[in-house]
Protein backbone atom coordinates (compact mmCIF):
# COMPACT_ATOMS: atom_id res chain seq x y z
CA UNK A 1 0.00 0.00 0.00
CA UNK A 2 1.49 3.50 -0.58
CA UNK A 3 1.38 5.74 2.00
CA UNK A 4 -2.02 7.88 2.09
CA UNK A 5 -1.59 10.53 -1.17
CA UNK A 6 -2.88 13.69 0.94
CA UNK A 7 0.87 13.28 2.45
CA UNK A 8 2.10 14.23 -0.68
CA UNK A 9 2.32 17.75 -1.84
CA UNK A 10 1.76 17.75 -5.83
CA UNK A 11 1.28 21.04 -7.08
CA UNK A 12 -0.57 22.85 -4.07
CA UNK A 13 1.21 25.57 -2.87
CA UNK A 14 0.29 25.05 0.46
CA UNK A 15 0.98 22.22 0.84
CA UNK A 16 5.10 22.07 -0.30
CA UNK A 17 4.77 25.19 1.71
CA UNK A 18 3.97 22.82 4.76
CA UNK A 19 6.26 20.19 3.92
CA UNK A 20 8.89 22.48 3.53
CA UNK A 21 8.46 24.24 6.62
CA UNK A 22 7.90 21.07 8.16
CA UNK A 23 12.17 19.89 7.29
CA UNK A 24 13.04 23.29 8.25
CA UNK A 25 11.86 22.88 11.61
CA UNK A 26 13.04 19.48 11.76
CA UNK A 27 16.63 20.25 10.30
CA UNK A 28 16.48 23.24 12.85
CA UNK A 29 16.09 20.49 15.87
CA UNK A 30 18.41 18.42 14.61
CA UNK A 31 21.39 21.54 14.39
CA UNK A 32 19.56 22.71 18.17
CA UNK A 33 20.75 18.79 19.10
CA UNK A 34 24.09 19.15 17.76
CA UNK A 35 24.94 22.12 19.34
CA UNK A 36 23.55 20.77 22.72
CA UNK A 37 25.62 17.57 21.95
CA UNK A 38 28.35 19.77 21.47
CA UNK A 39 28.07 21.58 25.21
CA UNK A 40 27.59 18.57 26.45
CA UNK A 41 30.85 17.14 25.45
CA UNK A 42 32.52 20.72 26.59
CA UNK A 43 30.37 20.89 29.76
CA UNK A 44 29.39 17.16 31.03
CA UNK A 45 27.76 18.45 33.81
CA UNK A 46 25.79 21.42 32.73
CA UNK A 47 21.83 19.29 32.35
CA UNK A 48 22.23 17.82 35.65
CA UNK A 49 19.98 20.11 36.46
CA UNK A 50 17.42 18.91 34.62
CA UNK A 51 18.16 14.92 35.15
CA UNK A 52 18.25 15.45 38.70
CA UNK A 53 14.98 16.81 38.62
CA UNK A 54 13.66 14.06 35.92
CA UNK A 55 15.33 11.61 38.32
CA UNK A 56 13.62 12.90 41.58
CA UNK A 57 10.70 12.74 39.78
CA UNK A 58 10.36 9.11 38.88
CA UNK A 59 12.22 8.24 41.98
CA UNK A 60 8.83 6.55 44.13
CA UNK A 61 8.69 3.92 40.66
CA UNK A 62 12.43 3.75 40.96
CA UNK A 63 11.60 2.51 44.78
CA UNK A 64 9.29 0.50 43.45
CA UNK A 65 11.14 -1.72 40.87
CA UNK A 66 14.32 -1.65 43.20
CA UNK A 67 11.64 -3.50 46.10
CA UNK A 68 10.33 -5.86 43.50
CA UNK A 69 13.83 -6.79 42.11
CA UNK A 70 15.21 -7.23 45.61
CA UNK A 71 12.26 -9.53 46.54
CA UNK A 72 12.35 -11.55 43.23
CA UNK A 73 15.29 -12.41 43.80
CA UNK A 74 14.80 -13.30 46.83
CA UNK A 75 12.24 -15.20 45.56
CA UNK A 76 14.48 -17.16 42.98
CA UNK A 77 17.32 -17.56 45.28
CA UNK A 78 14.97 -19.77 47.77
CA UNK A 79 13.47 -22.14 44.92
CA UNK A 80 17.01 -22.69 44.05
CA UNK A 81 17.95 -23.18 47.01
CA UNK A 82 14.87 -25.88 47.80
CA UNK A 83 15.84 -27.71 44.71
CA UNK A 84 19.28 -28.48 45.74
CA UNK A 85 19.36 -28.96 49.70
CA UNK A 86 17.02 -26.79 51.12
CA UNK A 87 16.85 -22.79 50.95
CA UNK A 88 19.60 -23.17 53.92
CA UNK A 89 22.10 -24.05 51.04
CA UNK A 90 21.44 -21.25 49.52
CA UNK A 91 21.80 -18.73 52.31
CA UNK A 92 25.28 -20.47 53.42
CA UNK A 93 26.76 -20.43 50.13
CA UNK A 94 26.08 -17.04 50.43
CA UNK A 95 27.69 -16.76 53.72
CA UNK A 96 30.70 -18.21 52.05
CA UNK A 97 30.40 -16.19 49.17
CA UNK A 98 30.68 -12.91 51.31
CA UNK A 99 33.38 -14.58 53.94
CA UNK A 100 35.60 -15.27 51.09
CA UNK A 101 36.02 -11.97 49.94
CA UNK A 102 35.77 -10.69 53.40
CA UNK A 103 39.05 -12.76 54.37
CA UNK A 104 41.04 -10.94 50.53
CA UNK A 105 39.83 -7.62 52.02
CA UNK A 106 41.02 -8.35 55.72
CA UNK A 107 44.24 -9.28 53.97
CA UNK A 108 44.27 -6.21 52.31
CA UNK A 109 43.86 -4.04 55.60
CA UNK A 110 46.67 -6.02 57.51
CA UNK A 111 48.80 -5.25 54.29
CA UNK A 112 47.43 -1.82 54.70
CA UNK A 113 48.14 -2.04 58.48
CA UNK A 114 51.80 -2.77 58.32
CA UNK A 115 52.29 -0.06 56.12
CA UNK A 116 51.14 2.51 58.08
CA UNK A 117 53.01 0.98 61.51
CA UNK A 118 55.91 1.72 59.18
CA UNK A 119 55.03 5.59 58.58
CA UNK A 120 53.91 5.61 62.28
CA UNK A 121 52.08 8.76 62.11
CA UNK A 122 48.43 7.45 62.59
CA UNK A 123 44.81 9.52 61.93
CA UNK A 124 41.76 8.05 62.37
CA UNK A 125 39.02 8.52 60.03
CA UNK A 126 35.39 8.62 60.39
CA UNK A 127 34.35 5.65 58.20
CA UNK A 128 30.51 5.34 58.68
CA UNK A 129 28.21 5.85 55.83
CA UNK A 130 26.72 8.96 55.51
CA UNK A 131 23.50 7.39 53.82
CA UNK A 132 22.30 3.75 53.16
CA UNK A 133 19.89 3.49 50.29
CA UNK A 134 18.81 1.40 46.93
CA UNK A 135 19.40 1.57 43.46
CA UNK A 136 16.62 2.58 41.77
CA UNK A 137 17.37 3.15 38.36
CA UNK A 138 20.30 2.63 35.38
CA UNK A 139 21.10 3.64 31.48
CA UNK A 140 19.68 0.02 30.48
CA UNK A 141 19.65 0.82 27.05
CA UNK A 142 22.65 3.17 26.57
CA UNK A 143 26.19 1.98 25.88
CA UNK A 144 27.06 4.23 29.00
CA UNK A 145 27.24 2.61 32.46
CA UNK A 146 25.46 5.37 35.13
CA UNK A 147 22.60 4.43 37.73
CA UNK A 148 20.59 6.71 40.27
CA UNK A 149 20.40 5.86 43.71
CA UNK A 150 17.46 7.17 46.32
CA UNK A 151 19.16 9.39 48.20
CA UNK A 152 20.54 13.13 47.43
CA UNK A 153 21.80 16.77 48.51
CA UNK A 154 18.89 16.58 51.41
CA UNK A 155 20.83 13.68 53.13
CA UNK A 156 24.01 15.12 52.49
CA UNK A 157 25.89 13.95 49.23
CA UNK A 158 28.12 15.49 47.15
CA UNK A 159 29.60 14.73 43.99
CA UNK A 160 32.72 12.39 44.09
CA UNK A 161 31.54 10.42 46.80
CA UNK A 162 32.31 7.08 46.87
CA UNK A 163 29.87 4.39 46.76
CA UNK A 164 29.59 0.60 47.45
CA UNK A 165 27.71 -2.60 48.94
CA UNK A 166 28.05 -5.27 50.88
CA UNK A 167 30.49 -7.00 48.93
CA UNK A 168 32.53 -4.00 47.33
CA UNK A 169 32.69 -0.83 45.28
CA UNK A 170 29.58 -0.54 42.79
CA UNK A 171 31.02 3.47 41.54
CA UNK A 172 30.89 7.36 42.10
CA UNK A 173 28.63 10.05 42.90
CA UNK A 174 28.46 11.83 39.39
CA UNK A 175 25.73 14.25 39.56
CA UNK A 176 23.29 15.21 42.52
CA UNK A 177 19.77 16.08 42.59
CA UNK A 178 17.59 16.88 45.99
CA UNK A 179 16.30 13.25 46.64
CA UNK A 180 18.27 11.40 44.06
CA UNK A 181 21.64 11.12 42.92
CA UNK A 182 23.59 10.12 39.76
CA UNK A 183 26.66 7.59 39.80
CA UNK A 184 29.17 6.69 37.37
CA UNK A 185 29.55 2.66 37.94
CA UNK A 186 32.33 0.99 37.85
CA UNK A 187 31.72 -0.90 34.36
CA UNK A 188 31.42 2.31 32.34
CA UNK A 189 34.21 2.68 30.10
CA UNK A 190 35.28 6.10 31.63
CA UNK A 191 35.29 5.26 34.94
CA UNK A 192 39.32 4.60 36.42
CA UNK A 193 39.97 3.10 39.44
CA UNK A 194 43.48 2.82 41.46
CA UNK A 195 43.36 -1.03 42.48
CA UNK A 196 46.04 -3.26 43.92
CA UNK A 197 46.44 -6.78 44.78
CA UNK A 198 45.28 -7.73 47.72
CA UNK A 199 47.59 -9.64 48.82
CA UNK A 200 50.86 -7.36 47.72
CA UNK A 201 51.77 -4.63 46.41
CA UNK A 202 51.32 -4.97 42.74
CA UNK A 203 49.27 -1.75 41.98
CA UNK A 204 47.36 -1.03 38.52
CA UNK A 205 44.31 1.12 37.20
CA UNK A 206 41.05 -0.82 36.68
CA UNK A 207 39.14 0.70 33.80
CA UNK A 208 35.57 -0.46 32.48
CA UNK A 209 35.74 -1.71 28.96
CA UNK A 210 31.91 -1.09 28.48
CA UNK A 211 30.88 -5.01 28.38
CA UNK A 212 31.09 -5.59 31.83
CA UNK A 213 34.66 -6.20 33.02
CA UNK A 214 36.96 -4.72 34.15
CA UNK A 215 39.97 -3.97 32.22
CA UNK A 216 43.15 -4.07 34.65
CA UNK A 217 46.31 -2.05 33.75
CA UNK A 218 49.64 -2.47 35.46
CA UNK A 219 51.59 0.40 36.63
CA UNK A 220 54.86 -0.90 36.71
CA UNK A 221 55.91 -2.77 33.37
CA UNK A 222 57.39 -5.92 33.29
CA UNK A 223 56.76 -9.69 34.41
CA UNK A 224 53.10 -9.59 34.48
CA UNK A 225 52.28 -10.85 38.09
CA UNK A 226 48.78 -11.41 38.25
CA UNK A 227 46.78 -14.73 38.40
CA UNK A 228 43.59 -16.14 37.35
CA UNK A 229 41.93 -15.57 40.77
CA UNK A 230 44.16 -12.67 42.04
CA UNK A 231 41.45 -10.48 44.54
CA UNK A 232 41.36 -6.95 43.70
CA UNK A 233 40.80 -3.89 46.36
CA UNK A 234 41.19 -0.61 46.01
CA UNK A 235 44.65 0.92 46.48
CA UNK A 236 43.64 4.49 48.15
CA UNK A 237 45.72 5.95 45.88
CA UNK A 238 43.24 9.26 44.19
CA UNK A 239 41.43 10.21 47.32
CA UNK A 240 38.09 9.08 46.66
CA UNK A 241 37.86 5.43 48.26
CA UNK A 242 39.12 4.17 50.96
CA UNK A 243 42.06 1.35 50.48
CA UNK A 244 40.87 -2.39 50.87
CA UNK A 245 37.60 -2.39 49.61
CA UNK A 246 36.81 -5.29 47.48
CA UNK A 247 36.78 -4.41 43.04
CA UNK A 248 37.62 -7.63 41.55
CA UNK A 249 38.77 -10.84 40.64
CA UNK A 250 40.84 -11.48 37.63
CA UNK A 251 39.31 -13.82 35.18
CA UNK A 252 41.77 -13.58 32.39
CA UNK A 253 45.28 -12.72 31.86
CA UNK A 254 45.96 -9.57 28.77
CA UNK A 255 49.40 -8.26 27.28
CA UNK A 256 49.33 -5.09 29.38
CA UNK A 257 47.29 -6.86 32.91
CA UNK A 258 44.59 -8.61 33.05
CA UNK A 259 40.30 -8.43 32.93
CA UNK A 260 38.75 -9.07 35.82
CA UNK A 261 35.19 -9.71 36.92
CA UNK A 262 33.33 -7.51 39.53
CA UNK A 263 33.23 -8.60 42.67
CA UNK A 264 29.71 -6.27 43.48
CA UNK A 265 27.43 -6.83 40.86
CA UNK A 266 25.16 -3.71 41.84
CA UNK A 267 22.25 -5.03 39.87
CA UNK A 268 22.22 -8.05 42.70
CA UNK A 269 22.85 -5.31 45.36
CA UNK A 270 19.67 -5.10 47.57
CA UNK A 271 21.45 -1.67 49.47
CA UNK A 272 24.34 0.50 48.87
CA UNK A 273 26.05 2.74 51.24
CA UNK A 274 27.68 6.09 50.38
CA UNK A 275 30.97 6.69 52.27
CA UNK A 276 32.62 10.21 52.73
CA UNK A 277 35.33 10.88 50.27
CA UNK A 278 38.53 9.67 51.81
CA UNK A 279 40.53 12.01 51.72
CA UNK A 280 39.65 15.14 50.33
CA UNK A 281 42.79 17.10 49.91
CA UNK A 282 44.32 14.90 47.68
CA UNK A 283 41.18 15.00 45.35
CA UNK A 284 41.08 19.05 45.48
CA UNK A 285 44.95 19.18 45.08
CA UNK A 286 44.46 16.38 42.07
CA UNK A 287 41.62 18.64 40.77
CA UNK A 288 42.89 22.00 41.01
CA UNK A 289 46.10 21.35 39.30
CA UNK A 290 46.72 18.22 37.38
CA UNK A 291 50.21 19.76 36.54
CA UNK A 292 51.63 20.25 39.97
CA UNK A 293 54.17 18.02 41.21
CA UNK A 294 52.08 15.39 43.39
CA UNK A 295 54.73 13.31 45.61
CA UNK A 296 55.96 10.20 44.01
CA UNK A 297 54.54 7.04 41.80
CA UNK A 298 51.46 5.96 41.73
CA UNK A 299 50.06 9.77 42.63
CA UNK A 300 50.29 10.93 38.89
CA UNK A 301 48.50 8.40 37.40
CA UNK A 302 45.63 8.30 39.96
CA UNK A 303 45.25 12.17 39.19
CA UNK A 304 44.30 11.05 35.62
CA UNK A 305 42.23 8.51 36.86
CA UNK A 306 40.41 10.97 39.36
CA UNK A 307 40.39 13.88 36.12
CA UNK A 308 38.86 11.14 34.00
CA UNK A 309 36.12 9.92 36.45
CA UNK A 310 35.40 13.91 37.19
CA UNK A 311 34.84 14.82 33.63
CA UNK A 312 34.19 11.31 32.30
CA UNK A 313 30.34 11.46 30.78
CA UNK B 1 -31.26 17.24 8.15
CA UNK B 2 -28.19 19.27 9.38
CA UNK B 3 -24.77 17.85 7.30
CA UNK B 4 -22.67 15.29 9.43
CA UNK B 5 -19.73 16.47 9.69
CA UNK B 6 -16.92 14.03 8.04
CA UNK B 7 -15.40 13.28 11.42
CA UNK B 8 -19.17 11.55 12.18
CA UNK B 9 -18.90 9.46 9.28
CA UNK B 10 -19.63 5.68 9.64
CA UNK B 11 -17.21 3.58 9.96
CA UNK B 12 -16.11 0.59 11.00
CA UNK B 13 -15.42 1.60 14.52
CA UNK B 14 -18.91 3.15 15.03
CA UNK B 15 -22.14 1.54 14.27
CA UNK B 16 -24.66 3.82 16.37
CA UNK B 17 -24.85 8.06 15.77
CA UNK B 18 -23.82 10.79 17.91
CA UNK B 19 -20.32 9.44 18.66
CA UNK B 20 -16.91 11.16 17.85
CA UNK B 21 -13.38 11.08 18.52
CA UNK B 22 -12.19 11.95 22.14
CA UNK B 23 -9.33 14.97 20.71
CA UNK B 24 -7.67 14.39 24.57
CA UNK B 25 -6.66 10.40 23.46
CA UNK B 26 -6.77 11.43 19.84
CA UNK B 27 -3.90 13.72 20.22
CA UNK B 28 -2.15 12.36 23.63
CA UNK B 29 -2.07 8.74 22.99
CA UNK B 30 1.35 8.71 20.98
CA UNK B 31 2.92 11.25 23.07
CA UNK B 32 2.07 9.77 26.26
CA UNK B 33 3.05 5.90 24.93
CA UNK B 34 6.76 7.24 23.33
CA UNK B 35 7.53 9.40 26.79
CA UNK B 36 6.57 6.45 28.68
CA UNK B 37 8.92 4.29 26.21
CA UNK B 38 11.27 6.57 27.45
CA UNK B 39 11.21 6.20 31.41
CA UNK B 40 10.96 2.52 31.49
CA UNK B 41 13.97 0.88 30.33
CA UNK B 42 15.63 2.98 32.85
CA UNK B 43 13.51 1.65 35.89
CA UNK B 44 15.04 -2.17 34.82
CA UNK B 45 18.53 -2.25 36.41
CA UNK B 46 21.64 -3.26 34.46
CA UNK B 47 25.16 -2.91 35.59
CA UNK B 48 26.81 -4.71 32.74
CA UNK B 49 26.13 -3.87 29.24
CA UNK B 50 22.98 -2.40 28.04
CA UNK B 51 20.59 -5.01 27.12
CA UNK B 52 16.66 -3.17 26.67
CA UNK B 53 15.18 -1.73 23.02
CA UNK B 54 15.34 1.92 22.97
CA UNK B 55 11.66 1.62 23.80
CA UNK B 56 11.52 5.39 23.45
CA UNK B 57 12.80 5.18 19.99
CA UNK B 58 11.47 2.27 19.01
CA UNK B 59 7.65 3.22 19.71
CA UNK B 60 8.57 6.74 18.01
CA UNK B 61 9.74 5.06 14.77
CA UNK B 62 7.00 2.57 15.01
CA UNK B 63 4.41 5.21 15.17
CA UNK B 64 5.39 7.04 12.40
CA UNK B 65 5.51 4.12 10.40
CA UNK B 66 2.16 2.81 11.22
CA UNK B 67 0.39 6.11 10.96
CA UNK B 68 2.68 8.37 8.37
CA UNK B 69 1.52 12.48 9.15
CA UNK B 70 0.43 11.94 12.62
CA UNK B 71 3.91 12.83 14.72
CA UNK B 72 5.54 16.30 13.09
CA UNK B 73 8.50 16.62 11.51
CA UNK B 74 9.98 18.28 14.31
CA UNK B 75 8.63 16.17 17.34
CA UNK B 76 12.24 14.70 17.80
CA UNK B 77 13.09 18.03 19.53
CA UNK B 78 10.51 17.54 22.26
CA UNK B 79 10.75 13.94 23.00
CA UNK B 80 14.15 13.16 22.24
CA UNK B 81 15.08 16.25 24.85
CA UNK B 82 12.88 13.66 27.23
CA UNK B 83 14.53 10.42 26.43
CA UNK B 84 17.91 12.66 27.07
CA UNK B 85 16.79 12.67 31.05
CA UNK B 86 16.62 9.20 31.28
CA UNK B 87 18.58 7.47 28.55
CA UNK B 88 22.33 8.28 30.13
CA UNK B 89 23.24 9.54 26.88
CA UNK B 90 24.81 13.00 26.92
CA UNK B 91 22.20 15.47 26.94
CA UNK B 92 21.57 16.36 23.02
CA UNK B 93 22.34 12.94 21.76
CA UNK B 94 18.20 12.21 21.35
CA UNK B 95 17.45 15.36 20.09
CA UNK B 96 20.13 15.38 17.10
CA UNK B 97 19.49 11.75 16.27
CA UNK B 98 15.23 11.21 16.92
CA UNK B 99 15.24 14.74 14.60
CA UNK B 100 17.99 12.97 12.04
CA UNK B 101 15.32 9.83 12.44
CA UNK B 102 12.12 11.69 11.38
CA UNK B 103 13.80 13.81 8.47
CA UNK B 104 15.46 10.63 6.73
CA UNK B 105 12.08 8.32 7.36
CA UNK B 106 10.21 11.50 5.57
CA UNK B 107 12.39 11.70 2.53
CA UNK B 108 12.86 8.18 2.19
CA UNK B 109 8.56 7.60 2.10
CA UNK B 110 8.40 10.91 -0.07
CA UNK B 111 10.58 8.59 -2.77
CA UNK B 112 9.49 5.39 -2.07
CA UNK B 113 5.96 5.54 -1.06
CA UNK B 114 4.85 2.13 -1.75
CA UNK B 115 5.18 -0.11 1.31
CA UNK B 116 3.90 -3.59 2.87
CA UNK B 117 4.70 -5.18 6.03
CA UNK B 118 7.76 -6.40 5.14
CA UNK B 119 9.43 -2.91 3.97
CA UNK B 120 8.25 -1.91 7.35
CA UNK B 121 10.19 -4.05 9.11
CA UNK B 122 13.02 -2.87 7.12
CA UNK B 123 12.72 0.55 7.42
CA UNK B 124 12.53 0.03 11.42
CA UNK B 125 15.34 -2.58 11.55
CA UNK B 126 17.67 -0.01 9.59
CA UNK B 127 16.76 3.01 11.99
CA UNK B 128 17.00 0.98 15.19
CA UNK B 129 20.30 -0.21 14.22
CA UNK B 130 21.77 2.95 12.77
CA UNK B 131 20.66 4.90 15.67
CA UNK B 132 22.20 2.37 18.89
CA UNK B 133 25.41 2.23 16.48
CA UNK B 134 25.21 6.34 16.30
CA UNK B 135 23.78 6.44 20.03
CA UNK B 136 27.76 4.52 20.92
CA UNK B 137 29.57 7.12 18.82
CA UNK B 138 28.07 10.27 20.42
CA UNK B 139 27.85 8.63 24.04
CA UNK B 140 31.16 10.33 25.03
CA UNK B 141 33.06 7.64 25.10
CA UNK B 142 35.61 6.01 22.79
CA UNK B 143 33.99 3.42 20.89
CA UNK B 144 35.41 0.08 20.80
CA UNK B 145 35.29 -4.05 19.57
CA UNK B 146 34.08 -4.41 23.06
CA UNK B 147 31.38 -1.76 22.59
CA UNK B 148 29.78 -2.90 19.59
CA UNK B 149 29.78 -6.53 20.90
CA UNK B 150 27.43 -5.72 23.97
CA UNK B 151 25.51 -3.66 22.21
CA UNK B 152 24.78 -6.65 19.57
CA UNK B 153 21.89 -8.78 22.30
CA UNK B 154 20.28 -5.22 22.60
CA UNK B 155 20.21 -4.40 18.57
CA UNK B 156 18.93 -8.04 18.21
CA UNK B 157 15.96 -7.79 20.70
CA UNK B 158 15.09 -3.84 19.12
CA UNK B 159 14.70 -5.99 15.80
CA UNK B 160 13.01 -8.81 16.42
CA UNK B 161 10.36 -6.92 18.69
CA UNK B 162 9.17 -5.51 15.58
CA UNK B 163 5.92 -7.00 15.16
CA UNK B 164 5.01 -7.33 18.45
CA UNK B 165 5.43 -3.13 18.98
CA UNK B 166 3.64 -2.86 15.62
CA UNK B 167 0.63 -4.71 17.19
CA UNK B 168 0.71 -2.88 20.57
CA UNK B 169 1.31 0.52 18.27
CA UNK B 170 -2.05 -0.79 15.91
CA UNK B 171 -3.74 -1.55 19.48
CA UNK B 172 -3.33 1.88 21.05
CA UNK B 173 -4.34 3.52 17.34
CA UNK B 174 -7.23 1.72 17.81
CA UNK B 175 -7.81 3.13 21.23
CA UNK B 176 -6.75 6.91 20.22
CA UNK B 177 -9.44 6.70 17.39
CA UNK B 178 -12.68 4.77 19.83
CA UNK B 179 -15.83 6.85 19.66
CA UNK B 180 -17.09 8.24 22.78
CA UNK B 181 -20.84 9.58 22.49
CA UNK B 182 -21.30 13.17 22.18
CA UNK B 183 -24.12 15.68 23.52
CA UNK B 184 -24.90 18.33 20.91
Given at each position: ?A?????????S?R?????????????????????????????P??????????????E????????????????????????????Q????????????I??????A????????????????????????????????????R?????????D?L??G???????????R????????????L?????????????????????????????N????????????????L????????????V???????????G???????????????????????????A???D?G?????????????????Q???? | ??????????????????????????Y??P?????????????A?S??MP?????????L????????????????????????L????????????W??????I???????????F?????????????Y??L?????G???????????????L???L????????????????????????
Amino acid sequence: MASSSSRRSGHSRRAQFSLFTGYVAAILGAVLGLALLGLSFWQPQWAGFMRGAASDATEPAGQTTAVTRSRGQGFIDSIQGYLRAGSQNSKLQEEIEVARIKLAESEAISQENARLRALLELEQIDDKPVVVTRLISSSATSARRYAYIGAGRSDGLEVGMPVRSSRGVVGRVLEVGSSTARILLLTDSESILPVRRAKDEVIGLAQGRGDGLLNIRLVNLGINPLEVGDMLVTSGTGGYYRPGVSVGIVSEITDEGALARLVADPASADYVAVGKIWVPEAVIAADSDPGAPFEAGPESTSEEGAATQETGQ
Amino acid sequence: MAKRSSRMRSDSYSRESMRDYSPTLAYTIPYLLILLGSILPSLAFSSAMPFLPPFGFVLLIAWRIIRPGLLPMWIGLPLGAFDDLFSGQPFGSGILLWSIAMITIEFVEARWPWRGFWQDWAIYASAISTYLILALAVSGTFPTMHHLVAIAPQLLLSLLLYPIIARMVAVFDKLRLKRFKVIS
